[in-house]
Structure formats: structure tokens, C-alpha cells
């Protein structure tokens, strides 16, 4: 018979509340077990989270990010489906109830190219993270447009098509092969590229209204952007990146201690790092 252990008292305790940008759209039923007050309780890192975040494998194949948000966020079910939006939010708000609100940052001013050292407070960070855009559509032409954030899982597999494509790319010119089968590769290449922007591009909207009808069958809309126009494709690709930066990690404001100058640089979440204790 299993005793009642007394260190449970002094388990991790949650030591901040999330309110996601999302609001809580975007999930599945069951996806996200969503409070009342609309807050997430927020618990810091265990030892084993911090292990499986220096796992390189885990970190290329998304499941160190999985477990990390599902363990520290355990509101969230299933974290493969936590939408782009909150994605950010959410790492930002582990970081701060593991290590605290500051982080060392190293800033590269863009006048005189000196490096400058910096304390940033992330809850300033965070609370600048805009609130979700997905619920307004937007019209192109003849075309009502609903978009949606993608998953984390769409967004893990979409960095690591980019990333095979990249390793192709780096071995392909010391590959013993003719001119002809290189230029085909590249051709190939190339081609594979399209293919993965069109189906990101797709994976990123709900539905398309037109002529009355309402289009959201997966595979009729990538058709439909694999068959139109290259203006129709870059607007609603335009379009599309215009809903993303409006819940992007603003960028840092940082003036340069060396020549006194304001520049500004992106805050980048380099999941390798950023999980590093603060100094």
C-alpha cells in the first residue's frame, strides 16, 4: 500500500498566469482545458524538462517542446495543436516562472557595428505580444479569405522540410555529378521549394468565400493556389504574412552604449539557448 508522501507540499507550484493571445481559439475540444478566468497557471521547469531541452534529436523532432509545454502548461492537452500565436507566449512564460524576468541579451548596434551587453525584461515582452487577427477575414479580389495560425506541428515539419532542403542544397556542389544531373537536382531542388511555400501557404487558411460558395476542403484550396495566378498566390501570401506579424515577438528597442545611438533587433527564442539558466 502506497503511503502518503509529505514532500508534496513542496512540489513546484504554478507561479504565473498566461493569458493567450489566441484567447483559447484555434484549439481542438480536446486541446486545451481552458479556466474560467481565461489564465493559465504557469509551473517552472523540472529537472527533466531542462535535460530534454540540451537533447539535440528531441529539439530537431519537436517532442523537447511537446513535453516542455505539456509538463510546465499541463492546461494544454495537446501541444501539437497549440496554435503559432501562442507558441511564443507560452515559452516566454516557462522562462519567466523558471528563471525569472531578466535575460542577457548581446545587442549588434547597426551604426557603428559595436556589440553592447543588455538585461531585458521578458514580461515586457510579453505583454507586447498582440492579441489574434484570425477571427477578421480578409478580401483579395474576388476572394474572402479566412486564415489560421498553424499548429506547432505544421510549423515543426514545415523547419524540418527547410532544413533537409538546406542540407541538399549545401552538399549538392561537391557532389560528383555532370553538369546535366546537377542542373537537374537544382531543377528538382527548386522545384521541391514551390511546392513546400504553396502547401505552407495553404496549411496557413481556413476557407475561401467566393461567388456565394465556401471553399475549405484542404486539397481544393491547395489546387487552387498550385493553378492561380502568381498576383492572386503573392497576395494572399502577403496576406497571409501580414495576420503572422501581427502576434510576432516585437523587436527589441536597445540604444548602444558605445556610440549612444536607438536601434532595434530581433528577440529570437533559439530553443538551444534560451532555456539557459540567467546569468
Partial sequence: MTSFNPLTRYFRQPTIFLRLPSNGLHYGPNDLDMPENGELPVYPMTVRDEILNKTPDALFNGSSVISLIQSCIPNVKNAWAVPSIDLDAMLIAIKIATYGKDIDVTGSCTHCQETSEYVIDLNHQLAMIGRSEYQKSTVIGNFEIMFRPLTYKEINETNQDHFNEQKLAEIMPTADLTNADRLQQINDLILKVTEGTIKALSRSIGSIRTDD??????????????????????????????????????????????CSKDYEQPLVLDLSNFFGRSS
Fill in 213 to 258: 460558395v465556401i471553399v475549405d476542403d484542404e486539397s481544393q484550396i491547395l489546387e487552387f493556389l498550385t493553378n492561380c495566378s502568381s498576383q492572386i498566390f503573392n497576395a494572399i501570401k502577403d496576406a497571409a504574412i501580414a495576420k503572422r506579424s501581427a502576434s510576432n515577438l516585437k523587436p527589441l528597442k536597445l540604444t548602444c552604449s558605445h
